[in-house]
């Protein structure tokens, strides 16, 4: 979208930069994590062709609900920021509004009936966007 090239920095503030790079290298490991996490202990994928066994609940899922969606938009608005372009702002936010449906519509009611209170729980202690300050614990 941008073709790599730099616009000038937001607000006129070569610092905007270094935190866009902070967003990106912030994103990517906790990407990784989360996605390893479905394969080794959910034994499974993100994909509904594919759906973990278990229910994932380690790692930054002690954290946020869905680190993998959160993960990828800080990834785009960390390009957005480092870049300066405001298009990908308004992608990073379409985007994210795009999970947000999916995460409802489809996600949640999934979880609930495949793994039941075991998610419930988890539900009603580890918000869906906004990670938790303290890692939470199941019992």
């Known amino acids: 979208m941008t073709g790599?090239?730099?616009?000038?920095?937001?607000?006129g503030l070569e610092l905007t930069r270094g935190i866009g790079a902070l967003m990106i290298l912030a994103g990517?490991?906790?990407?990784?994590?989360a996605f390893a996490r479905f394969a080794l202990q959910g034994l499974g994928?993100?994909?509904?062709?594919a759906p973990p066994r278990y229910l994932v609940v380690t790692g930054l899922y002690r954290y946020v609900?869905?680190?993998i969606f959160?993960?990828?938009v800080a990834i785009i608005l960390g390009q957005a920021v480092l870049m300066g372009d405001w298009r990908l702002i308004a992608y990073g936010a379409l985007l994210w509004l795009a999970f947000h449906v999916q995460v409802v519509a489809y996600e949640e009611p999934t979880l609930e009936?495949?793994?039941?209170?075991e998610y419930a729980a988890f539900r009603a202690?580890?918000?869906?966007?906004i990670p938790r300050m303290t890692p939470w614990r199941p019992e």
């Open 4 to 11: 790599w090239h730099l616009q000038p920095p937001f607000l």
């Open 28 to 33: 990517v490991p906790g990407l990784v994590d």
């Open 45 to 49: 994928t993100p994909a509904p062709i």
């Open 65 to 67: 609900r869905n680190p």
């Open 70 to 72: 959160v993960a990828v």
């Open 113 to 117: 009936q495949t793994f039941g209170r």
């Open 125 to 129: 202690a580890v918000p869906r966007w």
